[in-house]
């Protein structure tokens, strides 16, 4: 999946399990139980966990949510705070200065710096790296002047310096990948900063994230989810039945003739989703996430 369109499927899955997303008011546990879990049922497989090399669907929903980006998108596609919780720019505008948010931390408890930000940029600047230099066309060097500074110099003005779609690495962990062969890189642990770490991976059954309790309150604080799965499918027909028996929560990625076979089971709603840019959306059905009696 290219990176554009991988950028379109993500933000759907991404805006509903964040803090600030629709299922911030989801039901609490019941008596007896107190993890909240989430299966999202899928017909497709992940194809790893290296964003240089990996383009499936799951993968990106993955990146999205264990990484964090320089800078995101509001509502209405304007760049707002993300790892940079503000910026300026120079009056020529071939400068931009960022400033990292305090306090960040990998997944690991690592502190994520700007030396990190300018890490995975120099990494990709480097080795011309297919993936994601067209996002860097015309930088000419980027610094961290300090841990929380961060200074992308440009040859020309250039204000898709706010539209990164890069997601920042941590550098203790990728200083080991082969800079000839980023693609091979397993990258497993996956250590990320988001609001979600990928802990779990069972190829053609699920994907599993766990929730973190450290993510900023800045950007949301800890999701109301505790756990999300997501489900595969060896095809749709027994991703929908699972979905009607009420074995997973939701479905995505599904032709739009099974559109009413859906949209008349109980308890469920659909769910169209804006995209990251202006062309895809997605449509995708869900029901209340479901709270789990701990082992």
């Known amino acids: 999946m290219p990176a554009a369109i991988a950028a379109f499927f993500?933000?759907?899955?991404?805006?509903?399990?964040?803090?600030?997303?629709?299922?911030?008011?989801?039901?609490?546990?019941?008596?007896?139980?107190?993890?909240?879990?989430?299966?999202?049922?899928?017909?497709?497989d992940y194809?790893?966990?290296?964003?240089?090399?990996?383009?499936?669907?799951?993968?990106w929903e993955c990146f999205r949510l264990g990484y964090d980006f320089l800078t995101w998108y509001d509502k209405d596609y304007q760049p707002t705070p993300d790892v940079a919780s503000s910026w300026e720019t120079s009056s020529d505008g071939k400068t931009w200065t960022f400033?990292?948010?305090?306090?960040?931390?990998?997944?690991?408890?690592?502190?994520?710096?700007?030396?990190?930000?300018?890490?995975?940029?120099?990494?990709?600047?480097?080795?011309?790296?297919?993936?994601?230099?067209?996002y860097l066309t015309g930088v000419t060097k980027v610094t961290a002047s300090d841990d929380e500074?961060?200074?992308?110099?440009?040859?020309?003005?250039?204000?898709?310096v706010l539209a990164l779609y890069i997601p920042i690495l941590p550098e203790h962990v990728w200083k080991?990948?082969?800079?000839?062969?980023?693609?091979?890189?397993?990258?497993?642990?996956?250590?990320?900063?988001?609001?979600?770490?990928?802990?779990?991976?069972k190829k053609s059954k699920w994907v599993k994230l766990e929730a973190s309790d450290q993510y900023p309150q800045e950007l949301g604080g800890a999701p109301t989810l505790?756990?999300?799965?997501h489900v595969i499918s060896q095809n749709t027909d027994?991703?929908?039945?699972?979905?009607?028996?009420?074995?997973?929560?939701?479905?995505v990625d599904f032709p739009a003739t099974?559109?009413?076979?859906?949209?008349?089971?109980?308890?469920?709603?659909?769910v169209a989703s804006p995209a990251l840019g202006f062309i895809l959306g997605f449509v995708w059905f869900r029901r209340r996430p479901r709270a789990v009696e701990s082992a």
């Open 149 to 160: 500074t961060l200074v992308i110099q440009t040859g020309a003005p250039n204000a898709c």
């Open 258 to 270: 099974n559109e009413k076979v859906l949209g008349g089971s109980p308890r469920t709603t659909a």
């Open 10 to 44: 993500v933000l759907s899955l991404a805006a509903l399990l964040t803090p600030a997303g629709a299922l911030a008011v989801s039901a609490s546990p019941s008596p007896g139980s107190d993890v909240i879990t989430y299966k999202i049922g899928i017909n497709q």
């Open 99 to 134: 400033h990292i948010r305090q306090g960040m931390t990998w997944q690991d408890g690592r502190p994520l710096t700007a030396d990190d930000v300018a890490f995975t940029y120099n990494l990709i600047i480097k080795t011309q790296d297919a993936s994601y230099i067209q």
């Open 226 to 229: 505790d756990e999300v799965y």
């Open 176 to 201: 080991r990948a082969d800079p000839n062969n980023l693609g091979s890189f397993k990258n497993w642990p996956f250590v990320g900063s988001g609001p979600f770490q990928v802990t779990e991976l």
């Open 238 to 251: 027994s991703m929908i039945e699972d979905y009607r028996a009420g074995n997973i929560d939701a479905v």
């Open 47 to 59: 194809d790893g966990m290296n964003p240089f090399s990996s383009w499936s669907g799951i993968s």
